[in-house]
């Protein structure tokens, strides 16, 4: 385990116990669930070749100065909700009335392999796309499929003055947005508002994300970033709060056309920011949880037992502690929970803009 956090206010959420033989063995491994996709994959063949000399990536770019927004999608193969709403935004002809637009579908080649009966097994090709944003990695003789993408849409990548990234989760939970750990990138969630729950968190112990790329995340760089976590996977509510959250941003940062504004939306619940203090890590294959938590769902009382990992107890290390996309079958050496607390807004929802984003 590990922690987001030096100023965590209570003990370790691991309690120790003593091993015995048989929490050395593996026991047989437990099947993952049906899980019901109700969405089909969109058809993706008008957008393929794109249109600015990069497959996959459309830009467009209005008359007037403003910010270059980038929505990506697709950086798990499997995780369409975002890309179906991409291609509802460009099957509308969406255009930016200030600055520049980039959609960018990521990894198309996992995406191609998406089997119904198995939908959990096009997430990637090589590795993890999201977890390889690094100057070292980038810029590394190393090769997989997933590596030479990243360094393809690169360019796009390092323009962006407003990045979100479009993804989904396998098991249920409250939609969510990450931050990271830059201040612009809750600002730019708390901005967007819409889902009013926000994580910030230190990053992937496997890797930095997209929103952990420097652009984003040094601060004295004018970008900013946030992940989405809109839904389950393939549910057609994920896909209308990608939508929603989209055409947020859009608003907010003046590219959407006055045509496509919607009539102004109820008011939203104030933002909810977390923290994430602590990354709990599965240490043996009988990692289990006491139950099936979901996502977002709060813990009120300090001690409680969430799981069992062999002979070690796992256990809320405060008062109303949030338990942030549990993974309800994490194997050895997976995150299997992040816990969090909650913390302050910050300041201002302002993110910061160059003197030509006007």
Do not use: K
Not at 111 to 118: E, G, K, M, Q
């Amino acid at each position: 385990m590990s922690c987001g956090s030096t100023t965590r206010p209570g003990p370790s959420p691991r309690v120790r116990g003593r091993p015995t033989f048989s929490d050395t063995l593996p026991p047989p491994p437990a099947p993952l669930p049906r899980f019901d996709v109700d969405i089909l994959p969109p058809d993706l063949s008008p957008w393929l070749a794109g249109n600015c000399g990069i497959p996959g990536v459309m830009h467009y770019q209005a008359a007037r100065p403003g910010p270059h927004v980038v929505l990506t999608a697709l950086i798990h193969g499997n995780e369409y909700a975002g890309a179906i709403a991409l291609d509802r935004l460009l099957r509308e002809s969406v255009r930016p009335r200030r600055g520049r637009l980039s959609l960018v579908f990521a990894n198309l080649a996992a995406f191609a392999h998406f089997d119904r009966a198995s939908p959990v097994a096009s997430r990637f090709v090589d590795e993890d796309m999201n977890r390889l944003w690094c100057p070292q990695i980038l810029s590394s003789a190393r090769r997989s499929h997933e590596l030479d993408r990243a360094r393809a849409i690169l360019p796009v990548i390092d323009s962006a003055d407003i990045l979100m990234d479009l993804h989904s989760m396998l098991w249920p939970g409250t939609p969510l947005m990450l931050a990271g750990g830059a201040e612009s990138g809750r600002r730019l969630s708390a901005l967007v508002g819409d889902p009013p729950l926000i994580v910030s968190d230190h990053g992937h112990r496997a890797g930095p994300r997209l929103i952990d790329f420097v652009r984003f995340s040094d601060p004295h760089s004018p970008g900013a970033a946030c992940l989405l976590e809109a839904g389950a996977h393939w549910a057609p509510a994920t896909v209308e709060a990608t939508d929603h959250a989209i055409r947020a941003l859009l608003r907010h940062t003046g590219l959407l056309p006055p045509r496509d504004e919607a009539p102004a939306p109820p008011p939203q619940p104030v933002p909810r920011h977390m923290m994430v203090t602590d990354i709990v890590t599965a240490q043996t294959p009988g990692f289990r949880f006491v139950r099936p938590f979901r996502g977002g769902e709060t813990i009120r009382r300090r001690g409680t037992l969430l799981a069992q990992d062999g002979p070690d107890e796992i256990r809320t290390p405060y008062p109303d502690c949030m338990l942030v996309m549990p993974n309800l079958r994490p194997g050895r050496g997976q995150t299997a929970v992040r816990l969090a607390m909650r913390i302050p807004a910050p300041e201002s929802s302002t993110v910061r803009r160059r003197p030509d984003q006007r």
